[in-house]
């Protein structure tokens, strides 16, 4: 039998991208930093997101049935510190400047790339909720705005993952 603890020492060495899932609708507008979200197929678009059932969220994303999921760049580690936090729900907004897309989920204006969503499937496993999700809308950033570093969670801390500048080849 493996220990959580040392599933979760384990799963600490696993380097994952930081994000920010949010959702609106009648059951208001929250948010929650999450690094429990892959890919799962191209046709049709479809993200896998994890949540915590204990999440105080958690009900409301589903009865939302929508999410947007924002990838973070480097320079949101502290948004990302708000949204995993006790912080309200609108002080937690009050961290960025958001806009939305196709389902009104809120979007970070300057996330890395936002994926826009349905929630089509909930599957429950274990402690967490899996949110099966097909993707509507994308944004990506126009290039000028193209960050060059992206934040990663890494043996339980953050990191940047990119260059800083142009690597010249000689």
Same mark, same amino acid.
Request: glycine fraction near 6%; hydrophobic fraction near 40%; charged fraction near 15%.
């Given at each position: 039998?493996? $220990? ?5 020492? =384990? ?19 929250? /948010? ?49 510190? =708000? ?16 806009? $939305? ?9 300057? =996330? @890395?790339?936002?994926?826009?969503? $349905?929630? $089509? ?18 944004? @990506? ?7 060059? +570093? ?11 993952? /990119? +260059?800083?500048? +142009?690597?010249?080849?000689?």
């Amino acid at each position: 039998m493996i $220990e959580a603890t040392d599933f979760r020492d =384990a799963m600490s060495l696993l380097s994952t991208a930081v994000n920010v899932v949010t959702t609106t609708g009648d059951s208001g507008m929250h /948010g929650f930093t999450a690094s429990a979200v892959c890919s799962v197929t191209d046709m049709p678009p479809t993200l896998l997101v994890c949540m915590n059932q204990a999440s105080r969220s958690h009900s409301h994303f589903v009865n939302n049935k929508i999410l947007s999921v924002n990838v973070l760049g480097a320079q949101h580690e502290s948004l990302s510190n =708000a949204f995993a936090s006790r912080l309200t729900q609108a002080e937690r907004f009050e961290q960025g400047q958001w806009t $939305e897309l196709a389902t009104g989920a809120p979007v970070l204006q300057d =996330a @890395l790339v936002s994926f826009d969503c $349905e929630i $089509e499937q909930i599957q429950q496993v274990g402690t967490h909720s899996v949110f099966m999700c097909r993707v509507v809308d994308i944004q @990506l950033p126009k290039a000028e705005d193209t960050a060059e +570093q992206s934040l990663v969670y890494f043996n339980r801390s953050y990191h940047r993952l /990119g +260059q800083l500048g +142009q690597l010249a080849l000689s």
